[in-house]
């Protein structure tokens, strides 16, 4: 039997059952403790994040075993042992070995159980010694039951998981630095996605109307606390509906998380308590700009007053003419991080935007939201542009500032043949899950992050 399915199945068991039932067992694990004392030696192993005590004793085993065990096997080896569970006098749930027998040798030196991997460079680049001793484990399989339930969710709804190109010939979907690579065929660059947005949106046009995918992305833009190169997002696309309701959708999707894996809907991150069964808060961009800054609304409307803030902020915005582009810096510098509890920012500025439709009564602003928790954005959506006349501007405005983007023909001829009416959102699992095991960078929730960036 499996070391963690044994602990799981046997761990509440009394002493007087355990005797009753005389369970005889087989398991295996790796040792991460060895203490010998006299005829007597006890040895702790481990599997996933459940731990064994091993009871060897020299009148209850073989001789050829317990000179075999005293002498060959060693903190890190990797055991098969056969006996009878008890516990022990101070209540130890353990195995009375009978047989045991070195499966796996381990031929370097390991820390020991109690110290563990104090340096978090060696648990990034040696993340096996992570699991193993620092008991970092826990944290990838609430990641696996995070993305598990997200899939659940939105498959209870009617939603398709789909799967769309990584090698891209144009990359697009975000405004991000690609990876670029060359075919050996053509000698042509391809690129490593930087969203799936573009082909996700292709599909609804060719019929699909709720579809989802699970996605690692690229990006070629260095590391910090919230940033890999490399990470996972769900992109979410569903027709005939406006971003709002993707923000209930949102907070329905956090509600089911939470109550689903941890059986109750409040969590702590950095002591501060986050209730996902309250409604989110929702904010436009400059009512967060005045309700954290003290500033009277209005004077947000007036371009003047808005450079006389930015001197006062001591903001610099490179394009001041443009009073959109000085409320998004305003909000950047002044707002994000204090969004702690989950919080919906939204009517972002269209040139921020350009995969967004237009908002019907401010021909400036996107239908767009953000996500924050704990000062972090965790997710983006918009009602979907499918106007091929105005996205074809707006590419093309973003070619002629930029040399590095191109024009997306393939994706204007898509949507040529006409797009339905539709929201899409994408939210950060590796940002998910730090929320929901509190920790501070996302490397601690990556198992192979790119430390060679740093």
């Known amino acids: 039997m499996y070391l963690n399915e044994l602990v799981k199945k046997y761990n509440n068991f009394s002493k007087n059952e355990l005797e009753n039932i005389n369970f005889y067992i087989k398991t295996a694990g790796r040792i991460i403790y060895k203490r010998i004392i006299g005829k007597l030696t006890f040895l702790i192993i481990k599997e996933l994040n459940e731990l064994l005590q091993i009871y060897i004793s020299f009148s209850d085993i073989e001789n050829k075993y317990y000179i075999y065990q005293k002498k060959y096997i060693n903190i890190g080896d990797i055991i098969g042992v056969e006996g009878n569970l008890f516990r022990t006098k101070n209540n130890v749930l353990s195995i009375k070995c009978k047989k045991i027998l070195v499966l796996s040798k381990s031929y370097k030196f390991m820390p020991d159980k109690y110290h563990g991997i104090s340096n978090y460079e060696v648990s990034y680049k040696k993340r096996y010694l992570d699991l193993i001793y620092n008991n970092s484990i826990s944290t990838f399989i609430i990641r696996s039951k995070i993305i598990n339930e997200i899939r659940n969710f939105l498959i209870k709804k009617k939603f398709i998981e789909v799967e769309t190109p990584i090698l891209q010939n144009i990359p697009g979907g975000a405004n991000a630095k690609p990876f670029i690579t060359k075919t050996n065929l053509s000698n042509k660059n391809i690129y490593l996605r930087i969203s799936p947005e573009l ?221 339905p009416p539709c929201a899409g959102l994408g939210l950060g699992i590796d940002r998910i899950v730090m929320l929901f095991t509190n920790k501070k960078s996302i490397r601690d929730v990556i198992l192979f992050p790119n430390i060679h960036y740093k």
Not at 278 to 290: A, D, G, L, R, V
Request: with cysteine; proline share 2%.
């Open 199 to 419: 082909y996700l949106k292709k599909l609804l046009i060719g019929g699909f109307n709720k579809i989802f995918e699970i996605n690692k992305n690229f990006r070629n833009e260095g590391i910090s606390k919230f940033h890999n190169p490399e990470f996972s997002m769900i992109e979410i696309y569903i027709t005939y509906v406006k971003y709002e309701y993707l923000i209930k959708l949102i907070q329905n999707l956090f509600k089911y998380i939470s109550k689903k894996i941890f059986n109750k809907y409040i969590i702590y991150y950095d002591n501060i308590e986050i209730n996902f069964n309250n409604s989110f808060e929702i904010y436009t961009m400059k009512e967060s700009i005045s309700k954290y800054n003290n500033i009277d609304i209005k004077k947000l409307n007036n371009i003047n007053e808005c450079i006389k803030i930015l001197n006062k902020l001591n903001i610099k915005v490179i394009n001041n003419n443009n009073i959109n582009n000085i409320h998004l810096e305003i909000f950047k510098k002044t707002v994000e991080k204090k969004l702690i509890y989950p919080t919906f920012i939204t009517e972002y500025p269209i040139e921020d935007s350009p995969l967004s439709k237009r908002n019907d009564k401010k021909q400036n602003i996107a239908d767009r939201f953000e996500l924050f928790i704990n000062g972090s954005e965790i997710g983006n959506g918009f009602s979907e542009l499918n106007d091929p006349y105005d996205q074809s501007l707006r590419f093309l405005k973003q070619f002629n500032e930029d040399n590095n983007k191109k024009y997306n023909f393939d994706y204007i001829d898509a949507l040529e043949y006409g797009l």
